[in-house]
């Protein structure tokens, strides 16, 4: 082999083997004084090993000392080739189908490691006498023909592109596209960066959504920077529902599809219409429509059942499905039973079709999420005004939604009567203002209603129902209006925050349990118009003060019995626990039983006459009520006491 090297300029090898000739005037044009009888400059062969990963691309650049590189492309006149030949034997030429020479680069095919030899020869008017070097990535220099190892061979990541910008709840596939594609490293790991609210997280390239949203990944090239340098870059994808609707017609498809997808939430539920003739049962029953939700738990579904033909939504059908997030009733059901939907905690909205004609009052109780009824403009039962259910023609409110987050309502002008259980557990409510339209109030039609602070019934209302305000835990005063006769047992049972209660006119029937549990009760007050009632420093008497009705849970300390009082009604002092003494008048004559039952903290009782009719069951017998009893019927007037606790009493 002849050595050139006296002609040749220097030529490096970077990335990508570029043959140029366009810019040979300012380069080679003083310097073209070789042979005369050729302009043909042959180099061969180099043998290069370990030269880098497959695909690499090699880029010719021909230099001289003190000047500027120039890049080459062929111009007119020039000739070139390339042959490539691989340890394998393979080779490569210009115009082979293996990679080879193309346009102004050569890429190198053969596997990491071998042992490539080529022959590059370039013909044309602008080669001769040039003399340099060959250069590869790394910075070795070869000078002339020889084996070479690269330094490292190594190709920095630039970028990743082609990664999804949009995805669905659920899975999404992540791939990207790595440049160069001769980078040296190209593996991508996923993560996530922030989930936003999708809930989201990745296993390989899977990334799995609950939620909508904007979730942000990381891709990570390990050394993918620098050959100890990892390469990262982030990625915004919003994912939306994409829901579309699942049709089944038996609900072994519909459970079986369900099974199959992963977890959501309840803000991007499953779309689901279920076309059946019979919902098979209750929720607990297998194979049923309520327990296909229950067995998949964590993964949210809007039900519709409107193209169904059964008729009932039985007891107990959707029972405890948590993840039931809305309900379209079919027009084909006429009923829907008790706790057909009790504690579906999830449920923010109902549907009902036309041919509904009966809801049972527990239907939906528990439903805390329940913001929305929506009743179709074809029923003739029922109807729905900003989510709240009514009769028909809007003068019986029946439910009012758990989950409405209002803190007041004002109850329509039309309505003149208020379900039985209409507010039941309504937490979120703090007033509610009861038009003089309504007549009548229902049983528990609010119990429960933790949060609300007071109540005003109109003069128009003439029956509260019983229980219709128990367990109101912040109810501190109650005004009854003229309207209402009759105060029913428990009507405001165990509402432990109430201090003040004011009944109008009307009010002729008080129950003796009435006010049970009220341990906050201080004040009871008594329009002077009524003719029944009478109250004084808030105690409840009959109109003529001689038959002490009802001495309230909340009075501290020992109380005086006026002398008007004849008669100590039954139940006048139970649950008066911190009742310390009493002084009964010489007008009494009759204290009938039960009269101090539960006065756990009575110590000292006076008489200061002759109670001619003294029920046996008067004095609460786990405070000795018996020997209290027996010891004044025995001793008379005077005072007796006991100790705290004790139940032995002593006449002073």
């Known amino acids: 082999m002849k050595n050139y090297s006296r002609y040749l300029g220097t030529i490096v090898v970077l990335a990508a083997l570029v043959l140029s000739f366009s810019a040979c005037d300012d380069l080679l044009g003083s310097l073209i004084k070789g042979d005369p009888t050729t302009n043909t400059v042959t180099y061969k062969p180099m043998v290069y090993t370990n030269y880098g990963a497959n695909g690499t691309e090699y880029e010719l650049i021909i230099t001289r000392p003190g000047k500027a590189a120039v890049s080459f492309t062929p111009a007119a006149g020039d000739s070139y080739k390339l042959d490539i030949t691989t340890a394998a034997g393979v080779t490569q030429t210009s115009s082979g189908t293996v990679k080879g020479f193309s346009g102004n680069k050569f890429t190198l095919a053969a596997s990491n490691n071998a042992s490539v030899s080529f022959e590059v020869a370039i013909s044309g008017n602008a080669i001769n006498n040039i003399t340099g070097t060959i250069t590869v990535e790394g910075g070795v220099t070869v000078n002339g023909p020889g084996t070479l190892t690269p330094a490292s061979g190594f190709v920095a990541v630039t970028g990743i592109t082609g990664v999804p910008t949009s995805g669905t709840v659920g899975t999404l596939t992540l791939t990207g596209t790595v440049a160069p594609a001769n980078a040296t490293s190209k593996t991508i790991a996923w993560s996530v960066k922030s989930p936003g609210t999708t809930g989201a997280t990745i296993s390989g390239s899977t990334l799995t959504t609950t939620a909508t949203g904007t979730v942000t990944v990381t891709a990570t090239i390990a050394n993918g920077k620098t050959a100890s340098t990892s390469y990262t870059q982030d990625f915004s994808i919003t994912i939306t529902s994409g829901s579309s609707t699942q049709t089944f017609t038996s609900i072994a498809d519909m459970a079986a599809w369900l099974s199959n997808q992963?977890?959501?939430?309840?803000?991007?539920?499953?779309?689901?219409?279920?076309?059946?003739?019979?919902?098979?049962?209750?929720?607990?029953?297998?194979?049923?429509?309520?327990?296909?939700?229950?067995?998949?738990?964590?993964?949210?579904?809007?039900?519709?059942?409107?193209?169904?033909?059964?008729?009932?939504?039985?007891?107990?059908?959707?029972?405890?499905?948590?993840?039931?997030?809305?309900?379209?009733?079919?027009?084909?059901?006429?009923?829907?039973?008790?706790?057909?939907?009790?504690?579906?905690?999830?449920?923010?909205?109902?549907?009902?079709?036309?041919?509904?004609?009966?809801?049972?009052?527990?239907?939906?109780?528990?439903?805390?999420?329940?913001?929305?009824?929506?009743?179709?403009?074809?029923?003739?039962?029922?109807?729905?005004?900003?989510?709240?259910?009514?009769?028909?023609?809007?003068?019986?409110?029946?439910?009012?939604?758990?989950?409405?987050?209002?803190?007041?309502?004002?109850?329509?002008?039309?309505?003149?009567?208020?379900?039985?259980?209409?507010?039941?557990?309504?937490?979120?409510?703090?007033?509610?203002?009861?038009?003089?339209?309504?007549?009548?109030?229902?049983?528990?039609?609010?119990?429960?209603?933790?949060?609300?602070?007071?109540?005003?019934?109109?003069?128009?209302?003439?029956?509260?129902?019983?229980?219709?305000?128990?367990?109101?835990?912040?109810?501190?005063?109650?005004?009854?209006?003229?309207?209402v006769i009759k105060i029913e047992n428990d009507t405001f049972g165990d509402c432990d925050s109430l201090t003040s209660v004011t009944i109008g006119n009307g009010v002729t029937s008080i129950d003796k349990e009435a006010f049970s549990g009220c341990t906050s009760l201080t004040e009871f007050n008594v329009a002077t118009g009524n003719n029944t009632y009478a109250s004084e420093n808030g105690v409840l008497y009959n109109k003529n003060k001689t038959a002490l009705i009802r001495y309230f849970e909340g009075k501290t300390g020992s109380f005086t019995i006026p002398n008007s009082v004849t008669t100590i009604k039954d139940w006048a002092f139970a649950y008066c626990t911190s009742l310390t003494g009493v002084t009964i008048p010489g007008s009494v004559t009759k204290i009938l039983n039960m009269a101090f039952y539960e006065c756990t903290g009575l110590t000292s009782v006076t008489f200061q006459g002759t109670i001619v009719d003294l029920g046996e069951l008067a004095f609460d017998p786990d405070i000795g009520g018996d020997d209290l009893r027996d010891k004044y019927l025995a001793g008379g007037i005077g005072t007796y006491t006991r100790a705290a606790n004790g139940t032995t009493w002593t006449k002073q």
């Open 262 to 483: 992963p977890a959501n939430s309840a803000t991007s539920p499953y779309t689901v219409k279920l076309n059946v003739s019979d919902l098979g049962g209750s929720s607990s029953t297998s194979g049923s429509a309520g327990k296909a939700l229950i067995d998949n738990s964590n993964k949210y579904v809007s039900l519709d059942l409107s193209g169904s033909t059964f008729s009932s939504i039985g007891q107990g059908a959707f029972n405890s499905c948590a993840s039931l997030t809305s309900v379209t009733i079919p027009n084909s059901v006429t009923g829907i039973e008790y706790f057909a939907f009790i504690w579906c905690t999830s449920l923010t909205g109902v549907t009902i079709g036309s041919g509904v004609t009966s809801i049972h009052r527990d239907a939906f109780s528990g439903c805390t999420s329940l913001t929305a009824f929506n009743v179709a403009t074809g029923n003739n039962t029922y109807a729905s005004e900003d989510g709240v259910l009514y009769n028909k023609n809007k003068t019986a409110l029946i439910r009012y939604p758990l989950g409405k987050t209002a803190s007041s309502f004002t109850i329509p002008n039309s309505v003149t009567s208020i379900g039985e259980a209409a507010f039941i557990y309504c937490d979120n409510l703090t007033s509610v203002t009861i038009p003089n339209s309504v007549t009548s109030i229902e049983e528990n039609a609010f119990q429960q209603c933790y949060n609300l602070t007071s109540v005003a019934i109109p003069d128009s209302v003439t029956s509260i129902g019983s229980g219709a305000f128990t367990y109101n835990r912040s109810l501190a005063s109650v005004t009854i209006g003229n309207g």
